[in-house]
């Protein structure tokens, strides 16, 4: 099996704070409602209650209420709830984006024209969500829970596609390349559960924490990480061993 690549974590350090996007501009502008921190808040008292709540179960006068604004003042600097909740999803989705590709671009150049070794393809798409889950910001954690209500429901499909699918594709371009004679499915699949377990390591469930019997037992996302990449890699590598056995 190869070897899991040498610690990632160094090249994700300088994790870009969230982007600031300036207001829009409108008529009208809601006194006081025209700072970057207002608009932060409102975004951040969003996710917490779309990942808590779901889409359907955040009104837009609770998102308010947590943000400690006036409900006009939200609909001014986003517009309607759909709106609002795409930018919410795009905030931290720039970010995974630029350092996934970023990750994948250096791994292709060190590869030449061999293939992506499996385990440093899996580290370099999960290292950037679990480190940034990982460093204490519980913002990242309710968004991976977000993320993972949103992966499982109708609303998730356009939402998701229109800010990971891109990136997505790149990665299972050469998951593929590297996992030679394994069907298009298993492949899809694998990535499918990956992204699943990645989700899950790092959504502030409990759960874990609940589950385990000693002290020890518990593990942060950044502590997990090596674990995490072994077992999904493994995973897949199992996938081509068993097309090698179904081809024989």
């Known amino acids: 099996m ?16 969230l ?18 921190e207002t608009r932060e808040r409102i975004l951040d008292a969003a996710e917490r ?50 350092l996934r590709l970023k990750a994948l671009d250096t791994a292709t150049q060190t590869a030449g024209a061999a ?14 969500f679990v480190l940034s889950a990982g460093r204490g910001d519980p913002g990242w954690r309710t968004y991976a829970a977000l993320m993972g209500r949103l992966a499982n429901s109708p609303l998730g499909t356009e939402i998701i596609a229109r800010h990971y699918d891109s990136t997505a594709r790149a990665y299972l371009a050469e998951f593929r390349r ?14 499918s559960a990956m992204v699943a377990a990645m989700l899950g390591f790092c959504a502030d ?11 020890d037992g518990f593990r942060s996302p950044t502590e997990s990480l090596d674990a995490l990449v072994r077992f999904q890699a493994a995973g897949f590598l199992a996938l081509q061993e068993m097309a090698h056995d179904n081809a024989e």
């Open 2 to 17: 190869t070897e899991i690549p040498p610690d990632l974590e160094t090249a994700f350090e300088g994790t870009p704070p």
């Open 19 to 36: 982007p600031q996007r300036a207001p829009r501009r409108k008529p009208g502008r809601p006194k006081g409602a025209s700072s970057d």
């Open 49 to 98: 209650l779309f990942a808590h709540e779901g889409y359907e179960g955040s009104a837009l006068r609770d998102i308010a209420a947590a943000a400690n604004v006036q409900l006009h003042t939200v609909g001014y600097h986003f517009g309607p709830k759909d709106a609002l909740f795409d930018t919410v999803i795009a905030r931290r989705s720039v970010i995974m984006t630029e």
């Open 115 to 128: 293939p992506i070794p499996i385990p440093i393809l899996v580290r370099d798409y999960i290292s950037p």
């Open 178 to 191: 590297s996992l030679s004679g394994v069907p298009e499915a298993d492949v899809i699949e694998g990535f």
């Open 205 to 215: 469930t409990g759960r874990p924490a609940r589950l385990a019997e000693a002290s």
